[in-house]
Each structure stands twice: as structure tokens, then as C-alpha cells.
């Protein structure tokens, strides 16, 4: 009796030792199996790519990202400008050439994007091609006449417009630009066929605004910003704001909703990154940005350049831009420029 005790005490003995054994080798592999560390990112400089020439918002509003994410990671930014080809050379060597590992991102913006897979069946660059990380910025649209234009107000415009379709001419940089779409968007809220009206292409957004100055076209449909020197100069009287809220650099100008013009047309910027990059990095680039749009040196630059701030994270952005694909689509369908 007293042999089997000993037996026992010494195979508990045994077990107890084991499971402490394996207890230790659990706890030491544990984090490192279940609870990997990301690789520190980043180390080293990045490229943030835009679409288009120097000077334009896109570009201007990139580079105000760029001094504040650097001075935030202590890391180089250089803004690489690829413009060409409605924006696609700029995307093509930023999404498809660029490696998905957050050393090359985008400078993304609604014509780059939403309006090239809305207006084309099919796309060069498709929205899976790319992460669309965060939106930051924002534009209205806005309608302007010449200062010495016989229209009063969008009232007497409007009202003329539906007499008139065909004596209508407004500038147009394609036929599916944001320009187009808010003339499109206007002729469908008023009840106009579109494809009545008179678009003229031009090869920028300052040369269309300068048309309409001069009298050489009827409508400008611009951003604000666009519009703000030559109105500010006296050049240019602004009849409505294209969007919900009124504008701060017109805040005297009424939005078409206060006029009864259901309408809602806004040029936004943001951050993507080529399909596949890791979502520690994707994360880390959109609360960045959420930090960054708070920031009152950030606020004072778009203040400066005349852009509104307007935040959207990753799930929020993506959500939006697929929502406007589904109605622009329709949009450009119906007005027969959908190629």
C-alpha cells in the first residue's frame, strides 16, 4: 500500500511539473504567435503622386498633406506631379506601377475617380484598382454669368434657360468633367434636356472661367475656387452656390436648395493607395488624416488656398464613392455621353 502511495505522489508529481512546464512555453510564445507586431512604417521617404500639373488644387492641397504628414512621421514626403491623359498616366504610375506597400499613394480626387468609371464603360483605372484611405477636401461647384450679363439673378436665368435650351453655352473641359456634370445636373433639377445646350470644350478650368468673363460663353459652372479671383475682381457675377450650404468666400450668394433647385455638386479630394496595401498602413495614413484636418496650421493653409475641409474615413469614403458611381452612371447615360 505504502509502494503504490509513493507511485502516485510521484506520478502526480510528474503531471503537476508538466503542466507547469507547458504553462511557461505557452506564455513565452504566446504574444509572438498570437500578437505579431507590424513592421515599423514608415523608414523611409514616400511619394505621394498627383494626377495633374503643378498649381491646380489638387496639386496644392497634396502638398499641404504632404508638410504635415512628414513633420509627422519625421519622414520624407515628395509630391511627384504625373499629369496626362484625363488623369490616367498619373494613376496608372501610382496604382498599377507603385508597390502596395505605402511608399507610393495618391493624391485622388472625384474626376480621377468616380467620374471616370461613371462616365466609361470601361475604365483604364476601376475602383478596385485602388484603397480609397481618406477624403480631406472639398470644392462646391458654383454657376456664374459675365458681371454685365443680363441676368440678374438664377431666377431670370433659370427661367430663360427653359425658353432657350439650345442658346444655353457653358464651358467644359469633357464630356464627362465636373463642369459637365454640374450643367447636367442643373438641366435635369430645371426640367432641360441637356443634350440641347451648347457645351464648350476648353483645355482648363482657368480658360473656361475666363470665357464666361469675357462674354464668349453663357454659364460658368466652376468651383468656387476657380471662381473666386475674377468675381472678387469684378469680373464675374455668381448666381448660386451648387451645393448644400453656402460658400464663405460668397456668403451672400444662395445655394440652389434655398432656390428650389434640387442639386448637390461638389469637387472633392483625397488619399488612395494601390490595391493590396496592408491595412496597418491604410489605418495609420487615415488617422493621420483625422489628426491632420484638426490641426489649425492645416486649417489656416486650406483656409489659404480657399478649399473646405471635409473628413471622411476609410469605410465612410468608400461607402460615398460607390454611391455616386451607381447615380452618376445613370446621370451620363441619360444625357448620351457614357462611352
Known sequence: MKKMNKKMTWLIGILILTLALAGCSSSAQGPSETAKEDPPYPTRQIELVVPAGPGGLTDLTARAVADYVSKKWNQP???????????????????????????????????????????????????????????FVENPMCFSVAADSQFKDMKEFVEWTKQNPEKLT?????????????????????????????????????????????????????????????????????????????SPLFPDVPTCQELGIDIDVTWYGGISAPKGTPDYIVKKWDETIA?????????????????????????????????????????????????
Open 77 to 135: 514626403i515628395l509630391v511627384v506631379n504625373k499629369p496626362g491623359a484625363g488623369n490616367v498616366t498619373g494613376l496608372q504610375y501610382g496604382l498599377m506601377q507603385g508597390k502596395p506597400d505605402g511608399y507610393t499613394v495618391v493624391a485622388d480626387n472625384i474626376a480621377a475617380s468616380v467620374l471616370m468609371v461613371a462616365g466609361m464603360k470601361n475604365p483604364p483605372i476601376k475602383l478596385e484598382d485602388r484603397i480609397f484611405v481618406s477624403k
Open 291 to 339: 489628426e491632420m484636418v484638426k490641426d489649425q496650421d492645416f486649417i489656416n493653409k486650406m483656409n489659404e488656398l480657399h478649399a473646405n475641409i471635409s473628413y471622411l474615413n476609410t469605410a465612410d469614403y468608400n461607402a460615398s464613392i460607390k454611391e455616386q458611381v451607381e447615380r452618376y452612371t445613370q446621370l451620363f447615360d441619360s444625357i448620351g455621353v457614357r462611352q
Open 170 to 246: 457653358h464651358t467644359s473641359l469633357s464630356a464627362t468633367s465636373m463642369n459637365a456634370l454640374t450643367a447636367a445636373e442643373l438641366c435635369k433639377a430645371i426640367g432641360v434636356d441637356y443634350k440641347q445646350t451648347q457645351p464648350i470644350l476648353v483645355t482648363s478650368g482657368s480658360e473656361g472661367i475666363t470665357m464666361i468673363a469675357g462674354g464668349h460663353a453663357i454659364l460658368g459652372d466652376q468651383s468656387v475656387q476657380e471662381t473666386y479671383p475674377l468675381a472678387a475682381g469684378g469680373k464675374l457675377k455668381v448666381l448660386a452656390i451648387a451645393a448644400k450650404e453656402r
